[in-house]
């Protein structure tokens, strides 16, 4: 029997994508078939980024990942999920402080969808320090943001901070 090919689902607010996201998208790209980076279409919240700049943005930092690509959604993941015939959630864990917000998610999607896994892959430690609420806080601030995202969300950064 043909193994079967998976696709799985990063999602996130990427309000903007830092170095740390990249990180752990690039080695979900090693293990899947196809990644999904979803980004959350949420009108409740006020972003620095608008969601076609995150979406923009995405999209230019992960052109060397032939297997990645980006799109939205809204709505329950686990449904986002069935339609895009993805068996996976990729969550990046940073330190033990994420675990548990992580784990009520993940257990809440398996309970909505026990079809569904929840993978979870540690980023380069260098990166585990990285949010993004840290680096709109570091750019308002007027702080260098160089070191903490690609060079094309730090243009766009430095072009929010003026
Ligand atoms: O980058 P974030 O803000 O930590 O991402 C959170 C996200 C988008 C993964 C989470 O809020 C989410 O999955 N929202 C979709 C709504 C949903 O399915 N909620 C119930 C599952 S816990």
């Not at 994508?17 to 752990?24: A, E, F, K």
């Not at 993004?132 to 943001?145: A, I, K, M, N, Y």
């Amino acid at each position: 029997m043909a193994a079967q090919r998976i696709t799985a689902i990063y999602p996130g607010s990427f309000d903007p994508i830092t170095n740390g996201h990249l990180d752990l998208i690039e080695r979900g790209s090693k293990i899947f078939d196809e990644l999904i980076v979803a980004v959350l279409r949420n009108p409740e919240k006020s972003p620095l980024f608008s969601l076609q700049e995150r979406v923009e943005m995405l999209q230019e930092v992960v052109q060397h990942c032939p297997n990645v690509s980006v799109d939205t959604f809204d709505g329950l993941l686990v449904d986002y999920a069935v339609r895009r015939q993805a068996r996976v959630i990729l969550r990046g864990i940073r330190a033990v402080s994420d675990f548990e917000n992580e784990m009520q998610m993940a257990l809440m999607n398996r309970k909505l969808d026990p079809n569904l896994e929840t993978v979870f892959m540690m980023p380069a430690v260098a990166y585990t320090f990285l949010s993004s609420r840290l680096v709109r806080e570091v750019c308002q601030l007027g702080g260098d943001t160089r070191s903490l995202v690609p060079p094309q969300v730090e243009e766009r950064l430095r072009s929010k901070a003026v």
